[in-house]
């Protein structure tokens, strides 16, 4: 893979990445350049060994994958700053922008370079983030630059361009649906009698072993449901419950309504 990075924008969704990739190792941190408007914001990172500036056409030149993490409202100036500085010979974009398309990029930069656009989400800080990416017909070496980046913060798998926009609800804003379950499950596990420490430590790691199950078995939830719910039993008692309360509904309408609101 190419072995230089910048992180322009390093906000957010840019600090998950970089911590993620510093956990993973798969590159060196002096090899890591990273920008911010108010580099104050970064300065926990000065004994790191990333390279800190606010200077993105500095970035830019000392990269190989050049990697916007900025708000959509920003990118295209960010765009217009750096495209004097990107060498189509020997760059890979990378936009992990919501809502901007390849096209878009391609004709703000007016180059034929590599353009990817790629969703992770904030769990790339502990290296268990999924990155959905889409890219221009780019070569496989290209490719392959660019899925080791992402697979060492979790994993990573290509879609189409289209499918962009319900990966980023179903990825990203995915996150914080599945922790408003986990918050709901600890308020849930203090009303029947535990502190709340001790019942955000087995809800935490009750969710993340059904997610292991998942992964490892690769089944469908319903049959890992069918062997704890016995007949009469207590779990199909609250699992009826909530259904009945419009559990599955809520969440599917909250998904869809998420979509229709980026769409727009």
């Known amino acids: 893979m190419k072995k230089r990075l910048a992180i322009i924008g390093c906000g957010n969704i840019g600090l998950s990445l970089l911590q993620g990739l510093m956990k993973d190792k798969t590159l060196p941190p002096g090899n890591i350049t990273v920008t911010r408007r108010n580099i104050d914001e970064l300065t926990h990172l000065k004994d790191s060994g990333v390279k800190i500036t606010s200077d993105n056409t500095r970035a830019v030149q000392n990269s190989d994958i050049v990697l916007i993490a900025v708000k959509p409202y920003n990118i295209l100036n960010i765009l217009e700053e750096i495209k004097d500085h990107l060498k189509p010979d020997s760059h890979i974009l990378v936009s992990v922008t919501a809502g901007v398309t390849i096209k878009e990029i391609q004709e703000k930069i007016g180059l034929q370079l590599p353009v990817f656009r790629a969703m992770p989400n904030i769990s790339a800080s502990v290296g268990k983030?999924?990155?959905?990416?889409?890219?221009?017909?780019?070569?496989?070496?290209?490719?392959?630059?660019?899925r080791t980046l992402f697979n060492a913060l979790g994993t990573s798998?290509?879609?189409?361009?289209?499918?962009?926009?319900?990966?980023?609800?179903?990825?990203?804003?995915?996150?914080?649906?599945?922790m408003r379950f986990i918050r709901a499950m600890i308020q849930g596990g203090i009303q029947i009698g535990f502190d709340a420490k001790t019942a955000s430590e087995i809800v935490n790691q009750t969710v993340k072993g059904a997610a292991e199950l998942l992964i490892q078995r690769q089944g469908h939830p319903e049959s890992e449901i069918d062997k704890v719910t016995t007949p009469k039993g207590c779990t199909i008692v609250g699992l009826n419950e909530m259904e009945h309360n419009g559990f599955?509904?809520?969440?599917?309408?909250?998904?869809?309504?998420?979509?229709?609101?980026?769409?727009?």
């Open 157 to 178: 798998m290509i879609i189409d361009e289209e499918l962009m926009q319900s990966a980023t609800i179903l990825g990203a804003c995915g996150v914080a649906y599945v």
């Open 129 to 146: 983030s999924v990155s959905c990416i889409c890219h221009n017909n780019a070569g496989s070496n290209d490719i392959e630059s660019v």
């Open 248 to 264: 599955s509904s809520s969440l599917i309408k909250g998904i869809v309504a998420s979509y229709e609101k980026i769409e727009k």
